[in-house]
């Protein structure tokens, strides 16, 4: 099966970028947990999600048709772990979703 233009641009935009942590994420997260604290886990972390769905600045990048983000740019990858992170997002990116099933099947 053979690659897009678009995708191949989307990944290499993708894997060209330094992991790292989006402020605005952590931030809205903090502050959220602070003013919960004392409450069940389950409930901080429903608090949470929802102060960051209310409260994150959206973007979309050019050439995206599915679209979603855990970062306020392409610059911050990584979310402040309160959602999905692929762990080895680069080799998942590299082999796709059919090298990641082969690998948990080794285990």
Avoid at 28 to 51: D, H, K
Wanted: glycine content about 10%.
């Amino acid at each position: 099966m053979s690659v897009s233009v678009r995708t191949e641009l989307l990944k290499d935009t993708l894997l060209a970028v330094e992991p790292a942590l989006c402020p605005e994420r952590a931030v809205l997260l903090t502050r959220s947990w602070r003013e919960t604290e004392g409450q069940p886990v389950v409930i901080r972390r429903a608090m949470g999600f929802a102060r960051i769905l209310e409260g994150m600045n959206i973007y979309i990048r050019p050439g995206e048709l599915i679209v979603g983000n855990q970062a306020i740019t392409n610059l911050s990858r990584l979310s402040t772990g309160d959602g999905h992170i692929i762990a080895n997002y680069q080799r998942a990116m590299q082999g796709g979703l059919r090298s990641v099933i082969e690998e948990a099947r080794g285990y």
